[in-house]
């Protein structure tokens, strides 16, 4: 049995990636303002909650502020109540992703929740690195995107 598939997706659109890119980093700069600045409280004010807690919380924020910028960012183009919609729907698995990256960099190089220098960096390029893909398709499928 001989199937060929006529459908072949194009990875190769430069625009789209750089699109893509430029949706990636509005969505890493909510993220990490609600997970970073989580962590950083817990850390600064020595509360002792256990790590897989504190992780937890901090994607949930992240994901919260990311929802908050991009709504935001969309009241340009609509109404509250679409942007938010659109907000939530466009770029989930975007931010769970990008939370899970970075809160699994922070505890494999911390071994706990933990924000030092060192590694800021590291994480906010697997943050950025992990969803990248997924936002190429979403936008080069669809055409849409979480900010553009």
Request: charged share 10%.
């Amino acid at each position: 049995m001989n199937i060929s598939v006529t459908n072949k997706f194009d990875w190769s659109c430069r625009h789209t990636w750089n699109q893509s890119a430029i949706n990636t980093l509005w969505c890493l700069l909510g993220c990490s303002i609600g997970d970073i600045g989580t962590i950083y409280y817990f850390q600064y004010h020595n509360i002792m909650w256990s790590t897989a807690s504190i992780m937890l919380l901090a994607m949930f924020n992240g994901i919260l502020t990311s929802i908050i910028l991009e709504t935001i960012i969309l009241l340009k183009q609509m109404r509250l109540r679409d942007a938010f919609k659109t907000a939530v729907g466009m770029s989930l698995i975007s931010m769970i992703s990008m939370e899970f990256a970075m809160n699994l960099v922070d505890y494999l190089m911390t071994g706990g929740a933990k924000i030092t220098l060192h590694v800021l960096p590291i994480m906010l390029l697997a943050g950025f690195i992990t969803p990248w893909p997924y936002n190429y398709w979403r936008l080069k499928k669809y055409g849409v995107g979480c900010c553009g």
